[in-house]
């Protein structure tokens, strides 16, 4: 079974509509993100979270919201979808534990989500 | 901002040479320099890390260079294979103020010509 799971896999929305992306992981960690992944534009942080009640700002956060329901759920949220908004998204997560103020560690990334905005 | 420029966008290379692609980080504070595999349809995977009081890391046929004084940062892999094929992703981050930031690449993609 995948440790880090999206839903849905793909999505087609029109413009103005309210999406909501959701991510589940197995793996016990603490820290939950959210990227946006655009040809010749890598891999841009949208949202991210160290804790059930922590919630950050990324590089590209406008137009987008999140909620960490739980320490194994975060959701990302877009309220009125815009077209340049189609691209895919990846969640990931990571583990703080037993680390000095979040040094090294591993991102695990989930398989993606292709959103297109018409 | 803090920026990570990664050269080249393609790469096209016969079976069995060695590829290389580059990395140049703008943050001097950065202090890990992780490497990842995007293989299509798949989210990136970790292949290789190095932090920063290292020079050089090995892992079979991949390698890891770095140069803090330069800010440059090297994946080498040799005796390329078709399943090297995928999208590679440097990124740099810097943990040690408290305040995350990871910055990626954006993105490298190798052919191995059969």
């Known amino acids: 079974d995948a440790d880090v799971t999206q839903t849905p896999r793909n999505r087609i929305t029109k413009t103005g509509k309210r999406i909501m992306l959701e991510c589940s992981q197995t793996?016990?960690?603490?820290?939950m993100y959210w990227y946006r992944q655009d040809p010749g534009l890598g891999l841009r942080l949208i949202y991210y979270?160290?804790?059930?009640?922590?919630?950050n700002k990324g590089e590209i956060s406008d137009g987008y919201s999140v909620s960490r329901q739980a320490q194994a759920k975060f959701s990302l949220s877009l309220e009125s979808a815009i077209p340049n908004q189609t691209a895919l998204y990846f969640c990931?997560?990571?583990?703080?534990?037993?680390?000095?103020?979040?040094?090294?560690?591993?991102?695990?990334f989930g398989p993606g989500t292709r959103l297109t905005v018409l | 901002g803090e920026n990570v420029e990664q050269h080249p966008s393609t790469l096209s290379v016969q079976e069995g040479d060695s590829a290389v692609i580059k990395c140049t980080y703008s943050?001097?504070?950065?202090?890990?320099f992780p490497w990842y595999k995007q293989e299509l349809g798949k989210g990136p995977q970790l292949i290789i890390d190095?932090?920063?009081?290292?020079g050089e890391k090995k892992d079979q046929r991949i390698a890891v260079t770095l140069n803090k004084t330069a800010k440059h940062f090297s994946l080498h892999i040799t005796e390329t294979q078709p399943e090297d094929s995928a999208v590679y992703f440097c990124?740099?981050?810097?943990f040690g103020s408290g305040t995350y930031k990871y910055i990626f690449g954006t993105g490298t993609r190798l052919k191995v010509l059969a």
């Open positions: 990124a740099a981050t810097d």
């Open positions: 793996k016990g960690h603490d820290r």
């Open positions: 190095i932090r920063s009081n290292v």
């Open positions: 990931a997560t990571s583990d703080s534990s037993g680390i000095p103020l979040g040094a090294y560690n591993e991102q695990f």
């Open positions: 979270s160290f804790d059930v009640k922590d919630i």
């Open positions: 943050d001097s504070a950065s202090n890990y």
